[in-house]
Nanobody
């Protein structure tokens, strides 16, 4: 079993920055994907960024150039650095782990989820 705990959300003005953290504990995998998703009120949960165990990254078009996903050396903590935040970035942000990296561009491919952290960007 894997436990994921997010932190770092909060209220920020447009143009500001936040860094989200996701601490993973429990079972480890030789290959995996860690993703950050977000869900705005009344909308579905969308993939924002993903990092593979080998280091490759993916970003949704809406956040390219503004968000950066990274992890610590041990691979136990994944970060999402969010810069130039916009009101439309307001959402609950979730981190998730996928055991199968080949399905890690879709929500259904993820096996473990954190509880979510709220990010609110005021205009």
């Amino acid at each position: 079993q894997v436990q994921l705990v997010e932190s770092g959300g909060g209220l920020v003005q447009a143009g500001g920055s936040l860094r989200l953290s996701c601490a993973a504990s429990g079972r480890t995998f030789s290959a995996y994907a860690m993703g950050w998703f977000r869900q705005a009120p009344g909308k579905g949960r969308d993939l924002v960024a993903r990092i593979l165990s080998g280091g490759s990254t993916y970003y949704a078009d809406s956040v390219k150039g503004r968000f950066t996903i990274s992890r610590d050396i041990a691979g136990n903590t994944v970060y999402l650095q969010m810069n130039s935040l916009k009101p439309e970035d307001t959402a609950v942000y979730y981190c998730a782990l996928a055991k199968n990296i080949f399905v890690s561009l879709r929500e259904s491919g993820y096996d473990y989820w954190g509880q979510g952290t709220q990010v609110t960007v005021s205009s």
